[in-house]
């Protein structure tokens, strides 16, 4: 039912009653009912209020909190603490640049609505644990998330138990080191509880993400997916470097006469697709070439089975000529 305020205006008579006569007075109101509606300084001073972020507490730094705390800062959303197991002058620096708190466990208030854990995987179930001990029942209605890709938001049933909406929101993108990385355009997959996932696709929007969902099923597989597109590309190409070094060239000559063929793969790759970027000697059956290959790479037996496991798949996956007579080199 939606509430009026009563306006109008007032009509009064007066005259005498002839029975007793005694004088009476009537008053008329004429009244239009009108939809209840805020002054408009009010409704600015309600939408403001309700787009102010809750602040959030980072259980753990490392290299992927230190990125989330900036961006969660850049984005209007105030890191509140940063709670870690001892400090040091790094997370000390960091902490002051945020305008955040920066405490151990036993010091920490934990004053907020909203925790995101950043500890290492092996961690999480444990910092979940400790934030059940310390906030107890006034979890219930919080957001906890973590950030682990291959660990789903089930690890964080210590504090889904007292009431908490949780969810696991992972970046996937690569973070080397302990710096400021931006995370426009990083996408991030989540899953976990309905609430959870709603707030973190919102944050994760503010920051300049994106959000897709990831079955609770699929997670190891998604993460092997992620571990595929960067650390193993990055040991494959270290590969590449030391069959240069291998053949003559030194470190930094084998880097600069990889880059543009490895790039041009890359880019044909997400340009045209893997069917018509794959090429070379395998590509066209060229038996000689890759029996030679593996001759040279004897000397380097993990080379060669670098080799022989990658040119095993393209035999599987891409389009390749004379499969049978290569299948029987590679395995020999």
Not at 22 to 50: C, G, W
Not at 51 to 69: D, F
Not at 123 to 137: D, F, Y
Request: proline share 6%.
């Amino acid at each position: 039912m939606e509430a009026v305020f009563a306006t109008g205006f007032a009509l009064v008579f007066d005259f005498v009653l002839p029975e007793a006569g005694l004088p009476a007075t009537v008053f008329f109101f004429v009244i239009d009912a009108i939809p209840s509606t805020l002054p408009s300084n009010t409704e600015v001073f309600v939408q403001r209020n309700q787009q102010k972020q809750p602040g959030v507490t980072l259980i753990g730094l490392g290299n992927w909190g230190t990125a989330l705390a900036h961006a969660l800062v850049r984005a209007g959303i105030p890191v509140q603490e940063i709670v870690l197991r001892r400090t040091t002058p790094l997370s000390r620096k960091t902490a002051a640049a945020l305008g955040a708190q920066l405490s151990t466990w036993k010091q920490a208030r934990l004053a907020t609505a909203v925790f995101w854990l950043c500890t290492p995987d092996a961690q999480i179930a444990t910092a979940a644990a400790m934030l059940a001990t310390r906030k107890g029942a006034a979890l219930r209605g919080a957001r906890v998330f973590h950030s682990s890709g291959v660990r789903s938001s089930a690890v964080l049933q210590p504090v889904a138990a007292l009431g908490a909406s949780t969810a696991s929101a992972h970046p996937l993108m690569s973070f080397p080191q302990r710096a400021v990385v931006p995370l426009q355009g990083v996408p991030f997959g989540v899953e976990g509880d309905v609430a959870a996932v709603r707030l973190a696709r919102r944050w994760i929007k503010k920051m300049g993400g994106g959000a897709f969902r990831v079955s609770t099923e699929h997670k190891a597989l998604y993460h092997a997916f992620g571990t595929f597109s960067s650390p193993l590309l990055v040991a494959f190409l270290t590969a590449a470097r030391a069959t240069g070094i291998a053949a003559g060239l030194s470190p930094q000559e084998a880097d600069k006469r990889m880059r543009p063929i490895a790039e041009r793969s890359l880019h044909n790759f997400f340009a045209h697709g893997p069917q018509r970027s794959f090429s070379g000697p395998i590509a066209r059956g060229d038996v000689d070439t890759i029996h030679l290959h593996l001759a040279a790479l004897r000397q380097h037996p993990k080379l060669q089975h670098v080799y022989r496991s990658a040119a095993g798949y393209a035999l599987h996956a891409l389009p390749t000529k004379k499969r049978q007579q290569i299948r029987k080199v590679l395995s020999e």
